[in-house]
């Protein structure tokens, strides 16, 4: 069979070629839409996937991820389902109204009682990763981007034969991140160990924060510098 399906995919043969013109014919084949018909029927399949998605959100995401945290408020939002989390030593604590779309959690093995903390009426955009060794703080009133990067470490040591012994970084390279209230980080950015953002703060987006971001600014680029210096001016 599957000689066959290469034959007809490389038309070796006019009959072959035939074959896949047959095919390719059928994977194009699609009903008219009859607006009076079809329409309804889309507002249906929305409304059953809704139903379904807050059913499994409030039955099953919501409480099972509870379940998994330090402290939760009320209010949670787990829009994709339940994050990944690796690693079963982190400790978790939400505040109200948080939202977390689909996002990876780790946690490192160097020390015992990693801590993740994520303020009220913060979201976490979608395809985040935050890498936790030691603590991570998300303040209040944050809006994290999607695709971003959060680590207080390296994951991995610079030194080749640790690396290749799959040893863990050493406690001296590990450096807490906190980001401060009301601080808007851009997709795809990355904010790396041991960084402070102030509060009202924002991070352009695709940017690369190392270094400690002064409240009430505008940071951007690789690695990232204050664009705004008093962000009140800003439009």
């Known amino acids: 069979m599957k000689n066959i399906i290469l034959k007809i995919k490389r038309k070796e043969t006019p009959f072959y070629a035939f074959l896949n013109s047959f095919?390719?014919?059928i994977q194009n084949i699609n009903i008219p839409s009859v607006k009076s018909i079809?329409?309804?029927?889309?507002?249906f399949s929305?409304?059953?996937?809704?139903?379904?998605?807050?059913?499994?959100?409030?039955?099953?995401s919501v409480p099972v991820f509870s379940a998994r945290c330090a402290e939760v408020g009320k209010g949670l939002r787990l829009p994709n389902g339940i994050p990944l989390?690796?690693?079963?030593?982190?400790?978790?604590?939400?505040?109200e109204n948080v939202k977390i779309l689909r996002t990876t959690i780790g946690s490192?093995?160097?020390?015992?009682?990693?801590?993740?903390?994520?303020?009220?009426?913060s979201t976490i955009g979608y395809g985040t990763v935050i890498s936790v060794a030691r603590e991570v703080e998300i303040g209040n009133n944050c809006l994290i981007g999607p695709n971003c990067i959060i680590m207080d470490n390296d994951d991995h040591p610079v030194n080749p034969r640790k690396r290749l012994a799959r040893m863990p970084v050493s406690p001296e390279d590990v450096r807490p991140v906190k980001i401060g209230n009301n601080v808007w980080i851009g997709a795809y950015s990355s904010i790396l160990k041991g960084v402070t953002i102030g509060e009202n703060s924002v991070i352009a987006a695709h940017s690369v924060v190392t270094k400690d971001v002064l409240p009430n600014c505008v940071y951007a680029g690789y690695p990232a510098r204050p664009t705004v210096r008093d962000i009140d001016q800003a439009r």
Do not use: T
């Open 38 to 43: 079809h329409l309804p029927l889309y507002y």
């Open 46 to 60: 929305r409304s059953v996937i809704f139903i379904m998605k807050r059913f499994l959100h409030a039955c099953w």
């Open 23 to 25: 095919f390719q014919l």
């Open 85 to 95: 989390i690796i690693g079963d030593h982190l400790k978790i604590y939400l505040g």
């Open 108 to 121: 490192g093995k160097v020390f015992d009682e990693p801590v993740l903390r994520i303020g009220n009426n």
